[in-house]
Each structure stands twice: as C-alpha cells, then as structure tokens.
C-alpha cells in the first residue's frame, strides 16, 4: 500500500491536476521591432540579436565582457569606492534606497564594469556601462571607474575599449556628477599622450553627458546597428525646432551617413572587427613613440604610429559585418540656417499680410 500511495497517487493527481505551473518571467522574449516571440535561450546563445529582425538587444556588462575577452575569462579591475550619497537627495525616494535597489537587481557595485583580459591574446583592458544599473547614469562612481580603467591602460600600456550606454548624467549627484565629464575627459588625453588606442563602441541608447564627453573622444567610434546616439532626443529636438524630423534621425547608420560614426558593425562581427583594429593600432607604437606628435607627411596618427585610415577601413571591414555609408543627398541634410530662413520667409509674408496698402 505504500508503493500505491506514496508513488501512484501522486503521479496520477498531478498528471490530473489543472494547477497552473510556475513559469520563469523571462522564458520567452518580445522583439521590440517586429514583436517576435524568442525562446530566452536562443536568444542568449545568438549573442541577444533577434534571429528574425537582426534587433541588438541590450547586454548586461557581465555578458558583454565575457563575448569580448578569450575564453569568456577577464579579471575584474578594483575601483576605489567614493561617498554614496554627497547630496542627501531625495525626490520620490531616497537616493540611498534607488541605489541599494539596483545593486540588488544587478549585483554590480554601480553601472560601470573594468576588466582587463586577452582579445585574440592581445592584452586589453576594457569597461562597459550597464543600462540596468540606474540607466547607466553618470555618476562619482561610475565615472571614478572609467578613470580607473584608462588609468589602468596605461599603467600596462594596452588598448581602452568602452561599451557605452547611458542615459546621461545622473541628476541625484548634481554637480559632481557634472564634474565626471572633465575628470574622464582628462583620462583619455592620458591615453593619448601614452600613444595608446581608445576605441568607443556605441551602444543603445547613448545619450546625455556621455556623449558630449568621452564617448565621443574616441580614436575609432563603432556604432551597433539601430542605436540610438544623440546628446537631446528626437523628440526633444523635434518640440524644439517645430520641424519634421528625418527617418532614422540620431540612429547608427543616419550617424554612419553623416561622419559622426566610424563604422556600424553587426554584434557577431564586433569581437573579429575590436581584434583587427587593436592589432593595427599597436602595430607601430614603438616606431611612433619615437617621432613628434601630429603629423607626418601629411598622415594622421592614430595614438602610435602613422596610419593609412583607408588601410585601417579595410581592415576592420574584413570581418563583412560593417555597414556601408548611404550617400545623403542635400535637400535631406538638416541644416538650421534653412529653418531660421523658413521662419523669417514665413514672418515676412505675414507681415506683408498685414501691412497697409498706401497708394
């Protein structure tokens, strides 16, 4: 009887049962673009790139660094910790509370990670800004570890690659928070004196006081596809200026076509195309250490040696995860002259309107 009623039973109640089974939250995965459902582990084996859509979804920093480095294998870099709330801030919430709440959801001390490991068995330290962790905001902390992880770049005199996301600076720091953008401005000139490579991948969405600083202080800028970058939105620009925008304004590729970006690269081809590129840079530091900064022969420097940047282009497009830049006619390019002309045009045909007739 106890066989009977310690196994049959059970199996059969519970094949018989109508009880809702407990299902994890994020099983399945919505495309924001065409609202695909994908399984969580497919997606997660595909790098987070809708297999459908090609939409690059977010990463989290811990996945970031662990597809850059070889072997998924990095050392964490220590970062001096800095005073938690200088302000005592408080609007809805406490800071203290906000802060503790995202270091509970994302087990990070705050949005920025450093790492330094081997890409391709080339030595590199690299930092990545986690949008879950307050959306990447800007603050003492995060910015003290960019500064760290340059300052770390030149201490082993290898390559600084950035994975930015940020929604800009975070307001409950106020000024200090302000202050980040030259403090990490000046870290990357260090890089530059040391002749070192400083590449900035731009990932969705970067915005605010990061990208007015040192995301767009690069040596060599890499956009995913579709991400956003911009300092205002485009919907703050468009209430602005009262005008339509164009499509894909402040996208990758609408930055690609217009010189702002370097390059747009498929997330698959990203590690392959970092490789290429750190290797080409440091190629020739030696030899570059040796001349006078600027130029030569009329050649840039790229941070160590004299570098044909159609040479660079072709090597980093090898990998054939780049996209091309469209060729964008005037008529399409913004340009506020032609607003403020529209204006005064519409002005002065208003007053023509109202203007007396004299004989």
Avoid at 103 to 110: F, V
Avoid at 114 to 120: A, I, T, Y
């Amino acid at each position: 009887m106890n066989w009977i009623n310690n196994v049959v039973r059970p199996k059969i109640s519970g094949l018989l049962s109508t009880a809702k089974r407990e299902v994890p939250d994020n099983l399945w995965v919505k495309c924001p673009e065409t609202g695909e459902m994908v399984f969580y582990k497919d997606l997660e084996a595909n790098q987070f790139v809708v297999p459908g859509s090609n939409y690059h979804m977010r990463m989290d920093s811990q996945q970031r660094l662990q597809h850059l480095f070889d072997g998924g294998e990095f050392r964490p870099v220590a970062v001096p910790t800095v005073q938690q709330d200088p302000l005592r801030f408080r609007d809805g919430r406490k800071y203290t509370d906000r802060l503790r709440d995202a270091k509970t959801a994302t087990k990070l001390e705050d949005a920025v990670l450093v790492g330094e490991g081997l890409l391709d068995n080339q030595p590199i330290v690299a930092a990545v800004q986690d949008f879950r962790f307050m959306a990447g905001s800007l603050g003492m902390a995060a910015g003290e570890a960019l500064v760290t992880g340059m300052l770390r770049a030149v201490e082993t005199k290898t390559p600084f690659i950035l994975f930015a996301a940020s929604g800009g600076a975070r307001m409950q720091e106020g000024i200090l928070s302000l202050m980040q953008m030259p403090r990490t401005t000046i870290a990357v000139q260090r890089l530059k004196e040391a002749r070192l490579p400083y590449i900035v991948v731009l990932t969705d969405p970067t915005t605010g006081g990061v990208t007015a600083s040192y995301a767009m202080l690069g040596d060599v800028h890499i956009a995913e596809p579709g991400a956003l970058i911009c300092f205002a939105g485009p919907r703050v620009i468009q209430q602005t200026i009262r005008e339509q925008l164009p499509d894909g304004f402040q996208r990758a590729e609408y930055l690609l076509s217009h010189g702002m970006v370097d390059m747009v690269v498929h997330r698959h081809q990203l590690r392959e195309t970092l490789s290429r590129v750190c290797r080409l840079l440091m190629g020739g530091t030696q030899v570059g250490a040796k001349k006078s900064p600027g130029k030569m022969n009329g050649k840039p420097y790229m941070n160590g040696a004299p570098v044909d940047t159609k040479a660079m282009e072709a090597a980093a497009r090898e990998s054939g995860g780049a996209v091309d830049p469209e060729v964008v006619p005037n008529s399409q390019r913004f340009e506020p002259g032609k607003v403020e002309k529209k204006r005064d045009d519409a002005a002065s045909q208003e007053n023509s309107k109202d203007a007396p007739h004299g004989a």
